[in-house]
């Protein structure tokens, strides 16, 4: 089954303990991408990357690090988690041509205490 | 600022009818629009889309209406049924590079 998948589904962490998300997906999807959901403000994207090593900035990238050392991998890190990193967090992959869909993971509910 | 706005939060239709929902972006060089839906804890997925060629496009009962000198979007579901209750988010194709979201719009289909 194709799909995007995300662990963990649920964390609660502390301030300043860094942690990593971790994103797979088996389509052989070139592009890969992290956003964040916040009410009010929909999704915005954080990082994507358009190849393995290839990686740019999205919207809101200040406190994320990420790296894309596979095709099917793309970890969202984050060194010193804040409050204001608590939120909802997507991956999503697309495949190259002129495939504009993306397909999303479940999401990671981030807690940051 | 928010480059795709999406004005309503929330939307309810009564089932059968037609439910319309609005987007407006700000970049006219914008190339290709996309509607995502998101089920609760679920991930968004993928609806419909509209190149900026074209200014309907169709599927099954989705339709999308993009008028580029106004720079709005428009997605239209009839007939509306229940399980199309769900929140929509309108989306940008930036060039395939980066991807914009709206706020999306909560749309509750009445039995």
Request: with cysteine.
């Amino acid at each position: 089954e194709a799909q995007v998948t995300q662990n963990p589904r649920y964390l609660i962490t502390v301030t300043g303990k860094k942690l990593t998300v971790t994103c797979s997906q088996n389509m052989n999807h070139e592009y890969m991408s992290w956003y964040r959901q916040d009410p009010g403000l929909g999704l915005r994207q954080i990082y994507y990357s358009m190849n393995v090593e290839v990686t740019d900035k999205g919207d809101v990238p200040e406190g994320y690090k990420v790296s894309r050392k596979e095709k099917r991998n793309f970890p969202l890190i984050l060194e010193s988690p804040s409050p204001n990193q608590t939120s909802l967090y997507f991956c999503a992959s697309r495949g190259g041509g002129s495939s504009y869909e993306q397909y999303f993971g479940p999401g990671t509910r981030l807690t940051v205490t | 600022d928010q480059q795709v706005k999406q004005n309503s939060p929330s939307l309810s239709v009564q089932e059968g009818r037609i439910s319309i929902l609005n987007c407006d972006y700000t970049n006219s060089m914008f190339d290709y629009f996309l509607w995502y839906k998101k089920y609760p804890a679920e991930g968004p997925t993928f609806l419909i889309s509209i190149s900026s060629i074209k200014d309907k496009n169709e599927d099954g009962r989705f339709t999308v209406f993009l008028n580029k000198s106004a720079k709005h979007l428009s997605l239209h579901i009839v007939p509306s049924q229940p399980g199309d209750s769900a929140v929509y988010f309108c989306a940008v194709d930036n060039y395939g590079q980066n991807f914009v979201f709206g706020p999306g719009t909560r749309l509750s289909v009445l039995p």
